[in-house]
């Protein structure tokens, strides 16, 4: 199933630049409430009053910078978010713990050092533990182990969503630094409060900068 959810993040058709600027009318009412109640006999300094209007320049210049920079921002957001529809299809890579079993699951995971035991523990929706597996000494870097699917008794477990968690150790029995990995296809984009998000496997929703890897469906 694809979700494409459009929000917020395209591109107002108001030009904010037409917006007006409340402090710049603030300004406008004060400087013409100056002049009006000013002594006629004691009028403003010629220079005070050019200095009063360098700053209500000013000030417009840096109003309009400002619109100018939120219009650029939701352009940007709405290039990226055209792209980030191609994503959908491909497989990902990120940090987490989920697997979504279909007959076999993909586990994967870092090593930080070289572990003499390092064993997978599988539990299901619920949190209940239901298998542990010993897959021996295993050298630093990245590891994929696929789970059959089976439990501790080697009874077929249903598909859906599973956690797992990894524990090693090295020859002084010591632990050793583990980062869980997880792979899922690219099933949706959706756009919350002008940020982003993928949902992976139709219910796991993250941000862009959280992608690790992609691969799948042509560019990688």
């Known amino acids: 199933m694809e979700v494409l959810q459009v929000g917020q993040s395209s591109i107002d058709k108001t030009n904010s630049s037409s917006k007006k600027s409340p402090l710049k009318d603030e300004f406008l009412k004060l400087l013409t409430t100056q002049l009006r109640y000013q002594n006629p006999l004691n009028p403003m300094d010629n220079t005070e009053f050019t200095a009063q209007l360098a700053q209500l320049s000013s000030l417009e210049a840096l109003n309009n910078l400002v619109l100018q920079m939120s219009d650029m921002l939701l352009y940007q957001n709405s290039i990226q978010n055209t792209l980030t529809l191609n994503l959908i299809g491909k497989q990902v890579k990120f940090a987490g713990n989920k697997i979504n079993l279909k007959e076999k699951a993909e586990i994967s995971y870092n090593l930080s050092t070289d572990a003499t035991k390092v064993n997978i523990s599988i539990y299901d929706s619920s949190g209940k533990l239901v298998k542990t597996i010993d897959v021996g000494s295993q050298k630093a870097g990245s590891h994929t182990f696929i789970w059959d699917g089976k439990d501790a008794n080697g009874n077929k477990l249903p598909e859906g ?34 940020v982003t998000y993928i949902i992976v496997n139709g219910n796991i929703k993250i941000k862009l900068n959280e992608i690790l890897e992609i691969s799948g469906g042509g560019t990688t």
């Open 161 to 194: 969503e599973y956690t797992f968690k990894i524990t090693a150790s090295d020859k002084d029995n010591k632990p050793v630094e583990v980062s869980s990995l997880t792979k899922g296809i690219v099933t949706g984009v959706t756009f919350e409060n002008n």
